[in-house]
């Protein structure tokens, strides 16, 4: 069976092609006006449209409760809207639910797995259920597991995993049919530093072969692999476009203030006062580290230090730091990814 796998390799590649190469001109998924309201009133996803093109890599951002899930899930048809539609290469997701999943691979955010199958039993029977057969099955369920680095653990049986391994069998899954829309949900959330490089690295290298959408609450992975993002608070879209593009428009000097321990209501009360002053965008505290987002740079350098020195707050140090992601999103949203998840 070795050598008729290896030599399948190319078979599935040729038969994958045709849906893995998306045309020039439509994205690969389009939101138009998408809504969804649970039982109860709760407006968790409001009116969101956003493109994210063909051979892309983008990031859906936000805190929990930020509608991420939910605008995953509709893609995947795997809840309906209430309003608004939309597409992934080219299908509608409400008109041929069949035909998207098909040409979509899906990761949970908290991905189960049978527990008495072999990590490579459970990726071989995902690729039976879209289709594959004999030899070009054998290739592609070896090649979905070399890519998630559970190559030598793929006759395991799942139950002996690992949260992080069940996570990277999770993306075998969704690999194993080499869709052109790959949606993951979290990808990275249960796993270790080197874990979490490897998967960023494993996204990063689907560039260009499939387009990506991810969500995480995580911006310095963002930052490090995507070409795009969106940001979505309470449900509705803040802001969507190129990385670079976001970081130049939006990304003013930043503030940090670094406090002794111990001092967090002083800190809280702290950030309140600034939020309250036409030259502050934002400020969100995070483990003793207070970040200031401001609109007025120089108003900011003359009066900063006596607003903190008012407000009787032991400090280690302030500091005018380089703009990140993450102080784009404190500009647009006036909080923290992390502090408000």
Known sequence: MPAAVDAAHATVDAAHARITALPDGPPAIQVDGL???????????????????????????????????TTLRLLAGLTRATAGRASVAGIAVAADGIEVRRRLGYLEQDPRAYGWMAGREQVRLLGRLH???????????????????????????????????????????ALVHRPPVIILDEPVSALDPEGRRDVLGLIADLRGEATVLFSTHVLADVERICDRVGILARGRLVVEGPLAELLDRYALPVYRVEAEPGQDAALAALAGRLRGLDWVDGAAVEHGLLTVAVSDPARAGRELLAVVAAAEVGVLSVARARPTLEDVFLRLTGESPEAAA
């Open 35 to 69: 809504t969804k309201r649970y039982p109860g009133g709760v407006l968790a996803l409001d009116a969101l449209s956003m493109t994210v093109p063909g051979g892309s890599v983008f990031g859906l951002l936000g805190p929990n409760g930020a509608g991420k899930t």
């Open 131 to 173: 289709g594959l057969d004999g030899a070009s099955l054998e290739a592609a369920v070896a090649d979905a597991l070399r890519r998630v680095g559970l190559a030598d653990a793929a006759d395991r049986r799942a139950g002996t995993y690992s949260g992080g391994m069940r996570q990277r069998l999770g993306i075998a899954g």
